[in-house]
């Protein structure tokens, strides 16, 4: 069975134009749902991550070293970047890992989806009952992406700093 879902244009910094799916007969974006869900029960580590999306997007251009790989031969990359790139996160005083994931796909260095999410429990994400669906997920629609690229469903402007697509366009999964 064919899952289908069209991009939503997130937000855009100097560096970087953020996107990210609605699946089909939601309202909201993976993303938004990500935001919603953590946005009370996760504050300090949602904070976390927004300000690393704002840093990467103003300050660096999405590096592939800042983000975090999961998985061996998956397209999807995670925020936060690894403790050794993110000294950052406080809580309750004391520098911590972030265990929060947001789950993502860095197109280039100046385009990156945005997914879905969640507290990582365990060492890899396929094992862990909190991401392992996120996980799939956003790798199920990264293929899918990645293939709209190759079929030129979705385009590079002249510059290569972002994307160009039909707005009817549906992704399948």
Same mark, same amino acid.
Request: proline share 3%.
């Given at each position: 069975?064919?899952t289908f879902a069209h991009?939503?244009?997130? #937000?855009?910094?100097?560096?970087? +134009?953020?996107?990210?799916?609605?699946?089909?007969?939601?309202?909201?974006?993976?993303?938004?749902?990500?935001?919603?869900?953590?946005?009370? $029960? /996760?504050?300090?580590? !949602?904070?976390?991550?927004?300000?690393?999306?704002?840093?990467? #997007?103003k300050k660096y251009g999405?590096? $592939?070293?800042?983000?975090? *790989?999961? #998985?061996?031969?998956?397209? &999807?990359?995670?925020? *936060?970047?690894?403790?050794?790139?993110? *000294? +950052?996160?406080?809580?309750? #005083?004391?520098?911590?890992? /972030?265990?929060?994931?947001?789950?993502?796909?860095?197109?280039? +260095?100046?385009?990156?989806?945005?997914? /879905?999410?969640?507290?990582?429990? $365990?060492?890899?994400?396929?094992?862990? *009952?909190?991401?392992?669906?996120?996980?799939?997920?956003?790798?199920?629609?990264?293929?899918?992406?990645?293939?709209?690229?190759?079929?030129?469903?979705?385009?590079?402007?002249? &510059? !290569? &700093?972002?994307?160009?697509?039909?707005?009817?366009?549906?992704?399948?999964?």
């Amino acid at each position: 069975m064919n899952t289908f879902a069209h991009i939503k244009h997130i #937000g855009a910094y100097d560096k970087v +134009s953020y996107y990210s799916v609605v699946v089909e007969n939601d309202e909201h974006s993976l993303f938004e749902d990500f935001i919603a869900q953590h946005k009370h $029960t /996760n504050k300090e580590k !949602l904070y976390h991550i927004v300000k690393w999306l704002e840093v990467i #997007g103003k300050k660096y251009g999405a590096q $592939t070293n800042l983000f975090r *790989p999961e #998985g061996k031969n998956a397209d &999807t990359s995670a925020l *936060p970047p690894a403790e050794n790139r993110n *000294p +950052s996160y406080i809580e309750n #005083g004391k520098k911590k890992a /972030n265990a929060l994931r947001l789950y993502c796909l860095r197109a280039n +260095s100046n385009v990156v989806f945005l997914f /879905n999410g969640d507290i990582k429990t $365990t060492q890899k994400a396929q094992d862990c *009952p909190n991401v392992s669906k996120h996980f799939k997920l956003a790798n199920q629609i990264s293929k899918a992406l990645n293939q709209a690229f190759i079929e030129k469903d979705i385009l590079w402007n002249e &510059t !290569l &700093t972002d994307i160009v697509f039909q707005t009817d366009l549906m992704i399948h999964f």
